[in-house]
């Protein structure tokens, strides 16, 4: 059976940018960039994201369209005779699974905001009870649980309706709505009496706040956020390289993914800044700034509950775009492995992907007492941990070697695979780079990861 292709390099491009525009780029990156002194770490972060991010994403993409494969046969197609690569299709299922664990979760999240949002159930609330619906919302299990099977349901009918029909068709439409959601959104915050104060914080280069904090602690920072917004390492936009022609070289590509993707970041900043700098609230990171930070915001300001709703619709389209992207992964490994229809690989994964998930809704209500990784911890952070700090460094090392080595698919052929067709080329001087600097970048992430939440 021919497999399926995308109707357009726009669909393939969106798609992509989908799946590496995660919920960490709106709630993370705009903390830490105010912690690391506003737009001088944006500048550290856009350089390790070209030289770090942007080898990594064109080697995902050389191997699923070389292979026509996911990542469940990618290594087997492409590996040399009686090579053992392809056990690090391991490591991608385990990370698709993982990450959908708690995201699906976090995604219910979102949506339920969005309609609390709407409803007005917020209106008149002060901070304090803004937090204790927050706290409300994770000790109702059923609740949770019902939001989280509300998300699997939707992302994995959009992946039943097939590549074009389904997955492209509609993320391509959730995109061009969270785009315009972004802009509007931004203007109104840029807009807010007071902002101003906000906006110089977040763009205006103080190379004072980055020697304050720390230089080495500034860079690290840059390198963490620069590697794990993309996603990458689990096979997650190698999937998309299997679905595209030959027409485009695939350095170009890359490009137009990583450009999308730290747009939405940089103007989730916009969003958020101006406004909890005018209302005199902390920023913070994490979901109390998404969950109880911001629906303080928007209490503030005038047309709060309509800027609030669009708020959270936008938010539910980030989260669900990845969903949609990673679940068409899984629907992937599963008829490249068994052979079965798309139909089946999507009833039997709704039915695992809910299972799944049930430990991260738990463990927010009658497993909060299980703290995998000390006090405070729950089981989304054991989750969450098990996929940043070890799958997506140690999937991209193995991208990285697979690459490059000549015991793997070797850099001549991932070159020719990467140059094949027009636009922007991979270049060929930089294979010592890549083969022995970056392989030991990714090792320190690594180990810095483990230094960060064990060593301190």
């Known amino acids: ?107 219910g999240w979102m949506i339920l905001y969005f309609v609390k949002m709407m409803m007005g159930d917020f209106a008149a609330m002060e901070a304090a009870e803004v937090g204790a619906e927050f706290g409300a919302m994770l000790s109702d299990p059923v609740l949770m649980m019902a939001m989280m099977v509300i998300v699997v349901l939707l992302g994995f009918s959009v992946c039943g309706m097939g590549l074009k029909n389904g997955v492209e068709k509609i993320t391509k439409w959730m995109m061009v709505c969270l785009l315009f959601l972004m802009l509007v959104l931004a203007g109104n915050s840029m807009m807010i009496k007071g902002g101003g104060v906000g906006l110089e914080f977040y763009l205006k280069p103080d190379f004072s706040k980055v020697k304050e904090a720390g230089v080495g602690e500034a860079v690290f920072a840059a390198l963490g956020q620069s590697f794990f917004t993309l996603s990458i390492g689990i096979g997650a936009l190698a999937i998309f390289g299997s679905y595209i022609g030959k027409e485009k070289r695939l350095t170009g590509e890359a490009v137009s993914v990583l450009l999308l993707d730290t747009l939405v970041a940089f103007m989730a900043g916009l969003i958020i800044f101006p406004a909890c700098f005018a209302y005199g609230i902390e920023p913070d990171a994490g979901p109390s700034l998404i969950f109880i930070t911001l629906p303080n915001v928007f209490n503030h300001m005038a047309g709060g509950r309509l800027w609030g709703s669009l708020f959270f619709l936008f938010m539910s389209f980030a989260a669900m775009s990845t969903v949609i992207a990673v679940f ?115 090792l320190v992430i690594f180990l810095q990861g483990y230094w960060a939440k064990f060593g301190g």
């Open 1 to 107: 059976m021919e497999r399926e292709k995308f109707s357009s390099r726009l669909g393939f491009i969106l798609i992509s940018a989908g799946c590496a525009i995660g919920l960490g780029n709106v709630w993370r990156f705009p903390y830490i960039v105010g912690q690391y002194g506003g737009a001088a770490f944006v500048l550290i972060y856009l350089l390790f994201l070209v030289v770090l991010g942007l080898p990594i994403v064109v080697m995902e993409f050389a191997v699923g369209r070389a292979s026509q494969k996911s990542a469940a046969l990618s290594f087997e197609v492409l590996e040399p005779k009686g090579g053992r690569w392809h056990q690090g299709k391991c490591i991608a299922l385990a990370g698709n699974y993982l990450l959908m664990m708690f995201y699906t979760t976090v995604a």
């Open 328 to 442: 068409q992964n899984i629907v992937s490994f599963a008829t490249d492995l068994t052979g079965c229809s798309v139909k089946t690989a999507v009833v039997w994964n709704v039915a695992a992907v809910i299972l799944l998930s049930v430990p991260c809704v738990l463990g927010f209500n009658l497993w909060s007492g299980f703290a995998p990784l000390g006090e405070g911890t729950n089981v989304l952070d054991l989750e969450d941990f098990l996929v940043s700090n070890n799958l997506l460094p140690v999937g991209s090392l193995l991208y990285l070697l697979f690459c490059t080595s000549r015991y793997g698919w070797g850099f001549e052929k991932f070159l020719k695979e990467a140059n094949e067709g027009t636009g922007l080329k991979f270049p060929g001087w930089a294979k010592v780079y890549v083969s022995y600097v970056l392989p030991v970048v990714i």
